[in-house]
């Protein structure tokens, strides 16, 4: 619902953009006049049992593919590509990767931000917990990432299935 609208709000006629209409006028005027009649960029993953590295990678070069062909966007997607078949991704790396493919995306004519969302977010805390590898700060950077991010926006998205203690007590 929410990636509907945020990733397509040009269209009125849309159920999810008819419900903020209705549910709060003041939040619909002000998201539309940000987007401009634009979308944001959809950086969109269902979490496996895998570190948020891995996961939000995997995002990245899907959302690479909505993004002109240039020279630099072929090789983020190499890059990121690369690290997926490393066995320690470190977080670092991949806020390196996702700020320079904000930086592509702002030079596209159809974003006027990126949304990043991951479903099934728990996964990823439930992998770490379990293992050794993930590096959860990485949430907290991107939500920085997120609070920094000024007139060209990015939304972070995380969806749990369940209340957050039941993930930390795994």
Known sequence: FLATFLMA???????????LKLADLLVYERTLSTLRGKRL??????????????????????ALALLPQTDEALYLYTQ?????????????????????????????????????IV????RTLEYSAWNSMGDIHLLQE???????????????LGILHQPFEQYAGT
Do not use: Y
């Open 142 to 156: 991107l939500a920085e990432l997120a609070s920094r991010s000024g007139a060209w926006p990015v939304v972070f």
């Open 119 to 122: 479903d099934e977010l728990g």
């Open 9 to 19: 709000p040009e269209s009125p006629e849309s159920r999810p953009v008819r419900a």
């Open 41 to 62: 960029l959809p950086v969109v993953a269902t979490a496996r049992k895998e570190a948020i590295e891995r996961c939000l990678s995997r995002a990245m070069q899907s």
């Open 80 to 116: 990121i590509g690369e690290d997926l078949v490393q066995p320690n991704l470190e977080g670092h790396v991949v806020l390196g990767r996702l700020e320079t493919l904000k930086r592509l995306s702002q030079g596209s004519e159809a974003f006027a931000g990126m949304a990043v």
